[in-house]
């Protein structure tokens, strides 16, 4: 077989990263031709198909899957190995690749993160996208796992790993109001909502729910970015529909109130992963925690109460006897 040829197992650990032979080659500043020639030549010498191809996006097969974990980590061996020549010091860190919808509470991806961020040992990669985008680099191993508010399902060309690992009512909050309390569902007629948009799947629920119940609503602004929703429900006199996440910090300082609760409408929050060999522990960690870790700021937790001092520890020494 002879020596493999890392020239170019670093052309396919490129490709692979990135999932497009011609965005690679213009990264890399080769010809798309000269690039899918060396891979060819890699293919020759392992005996073994490394990619197939659906539609413009190449997939990684079994073997391709396999290389590259292994090219990872031949590359990850490469950079520490500058790093303790060049400078004496040797970096022991794990890069942790995480995709998010771009839909998706930023709180909730904070809070989900959360036990990483102070973690000297740990380098996060962040990427927000829509759903098929962030897939397809999952999909190439390019990230480690992707949070979404919607399921995943799997199939027999992509057997993703859909696990849920939070869910919590969905509410109309707002501003204090003055006054007779927000009554529901008669309110919704008269006071200006701001929902998500319609592809949502929280506004299709509760788009359902009035239909059915014959309910009619008010609508003020359509709102993809709950990010924004947080925003236009704080400054305006508008009443919002988003999980309480959302607005956590809102909630906790009494800027926004929880008017209503909307019966049986739910946020879930999904965790999609692909199959591979070894999982690594640091996804099986955050993905298996309490999904009240992943719903609440500690920040925002009120603080532990303070133990009771005993009197003669308190007592500065020389002193008298403490009076009972």
Known sequence: MGDLNYHHLRYFWAVAKEGNLTRTARQLHVSQSSLSAQIKQLEAQLGQRLFARTGRTLTLTDAGQIAFEHAEEIFAAGTELVAVLREGRREERQVVRIGAVATLSRNFQENFIRPLVDRPDIELVLASGNLAELLGRLRVH???????????????????????????PVSLVGRP????????????????????????????????????????????????????????????????????????????????????????????????????????????????????????????????????????????????????
């Open 142 to 168: 390019a990230l480690d796992l992707v949070l979404s508010n919607q399921r995943v399902p799997t199939t027999s060309v992509d057997p993703w790993r859909c696990r849920r690992i939070a869910r919590q």
């Open 177 to 324: 109001r003055a006054g007779a309390p927000f009554r529901f569902p008669e309110d919704l007629a008269t006071v200006p909502l701001l929902l998500p948009g319609r592809d949502n799947d929280i506004r299709a629920r509760f788009d359902l729910l009035c239909d059915q119940s014959n309910i009619r609503y008010r609508l003020r602004a359509e709102v993809d970015d709950m990010a924004l929703l947080r925003l236009l429900a704080r400054d305006s006199d508008c009443v919002a529909l988003v999980p309480s996440v959302v607005v956590q910090d809102e909630l906790q300082t009494g800027r926004l109130v929880e008017h209503a609760n909307v019966p049986g409408l739910h946020e879930h929050f999904y965790c999609v992963t692909v199959q591979r060999r070894h999982e690594p522990a640091i996804v099986r960690s955050l993905v298996t925690r309490p999904e009240g870790e992943m719903l609440r700021s500690p920040a925002l937790e009120p603080p532990p109460p303070e133990r009771p001092v005993h009197p003669e520890r308190s007592r500065p020494a020389g002193s008298g006897t403490v009076a009972p």
